[in-house]
T-cell receptor
């Protein structure tokens, strides 16, 4: 498989559940990202990893917990979420971190919190 | 902080019409500028980019020119097709910062 893949594509969870989103990139990139996409709002950057090290955490609530075991895999662990966390969660990767590197996005996980 | 503002949609055009989607930015450094496109049920795909002032990015008939004097990166296409229907995002990156616009939904009718 090529590009950036995300699983699951759809997830419905209750506020007391614990679940994880998975992202895998097959591009040999060094940087990976989590974004939140909500209706009628700009894409929100959540976390950035470069060579498995977290370099950005944009004031994301602790109920979102990222994990990057290697440069090809990225997880987002979810627990005690709120209904306003319902959104499309996008993973992306880039060759490196820097202003000229374009990002390659996965198809996203559509999360619904009930 | 850095930011991107793009025209609100939705935009509805007839096939073969001319398209312009405006994008302006605010940045403290010298950003690279991008246009991404998102088709239904998919993630964002890079459409074109420009990394310095006066550069023109182009792809699939779309063009955008990096205008430092007006801090703009407007997307244009001379003749749109039904298959261009999607959401378009303007974005900027500087060292360690990335910002996206809210997206503009384009619908092209036959």
């Amino acid at each position: 498989e090529t590009g950036v893949t995300q699983t699951p594509r759809h997830l419905v969870m209750g506020m007391t559940n614990k679940k994880s989103l998975k992202c895998e990139q097959h591009l040999g990139h060094n940087a990976m990202y989590w974004y939140k996409q909500s209706a009628k709002k700009p894409l929100e950057l959540m976390f950035v990893y470069n060579f498995k090290e977290q370099t950005e955490n944009n004031s994301v609530p602790s109920r979102f917990s990222p994990e990057c075991p290697n440069s090809s895999h990225l997880f987002l662990h979810l627990h005690t979420l709120q209904p306003e966390d319902s959104a499309l969660y996008l993973c992306a990767s880039s060759q490196d971190i820097g202003d000229s590197y374009e990002q390659y996005f996965g198809p996203g996980t559509r999360l619904t919190v009930t | 902080g850095d930011s991107v503002t793009q025209m609100e949609g939705p935009v509805t055009l007839s096939e073969e019409a001319f398209l312009t989607i405006n994008c302006t930015y605010t940045a403290t450094g010298y950003p690279s500028l991008f246009w991404y496109v998102q088709y239904p049920g998919e993630g964002l795909q890079l459409l074109l980019k420009a990394t310095k002032a006066d550069d023109k990015g182009s792809n699939k008939g779309f063009e955008a020119t990096y205008r430092k004097e007006t801090t703009s990166f407007h997307l244009e296409k001379g003749s749109v097709q039904v298959s261009d229907s999607a959401v378009y995002f303007c974005a900027l990156t500087t060292w360690r910062d990335m910002r996206f616009g809210a997206g503009t939904r384009l619908t092209v009718k036959p």
